[in-house]
């Protein structure tokens, strides 16, 4: 087979899968395009808590702990986000760069409106290798308060 009629086959294989070949290209564009690059560098946090226990609350009563944390590596700490698992879990921070070996702080509200244990998380989104950051609170809304 002469070299001339392997590159004309090469070639009409070729035209013959331009679409999907296209179509591939195209797709690529759009991951690169998508593709977030974070310029932050990454560093490290330590939290006072990774659990926080409420105890006992009256059931109607909304209960908040403010959570306090510390920037322990090299790079300014950037909180990007905190999500919580439960609509009755409101969260309030600023979102503001840490500098290292500087604290930052934010504030968990729980709506008592359960009665029974509970177990929540939040989550800390942040520039840094361990991301997202889980803590749990915790306890008990008291049945007994509705008696009163």
């Known amino acids: 087979m002469s070299i001339y009629k392997i590159l004309r086959i090469n070639i009409f294989t070729i035209f013959n899968y331009k679409k999907q070949i296209l179509l591939f290209v195209l797709l690529g564009f759009v991951f690169i395009s998508c593709y977030k690059t974070n310029k932050l560098k990454k560093t490290e946090i330590e939290f006072e808590v990774s659990h926080f226990d409420f105890g006992e609350i009256p059931y109607g009563e909304g209960v908040s702990k403010s959570i306090n944390f510390r920037n322990i ?3 300014p700490l950037q909180i990007e986000k905190i999500k ?8 309030r921070f600023e979102q503001k760069k840490i500098e290292p070996n500087h604290f930052g702080e934010f504030e968990v509200f729980y709506d008592a409106n359960t009665i029974g244990r509970f177990k929540k998380s939040i989550y800390v989104y942040y ?3 361990d991301s997202p950051f889980k803590i749990t609170i915790g306890g008990e809304v008291e049945y007994l308060s509705l008696l009163k």
Request: hydrophobic share 20%.
């Open 73 to 75: 590596g090299k790079y």
């Open 84 to 91: 919580s698992s439960c609509g009755c879990t409101v969260l």
């Open 127 to 129: 520039n840094g290798l």
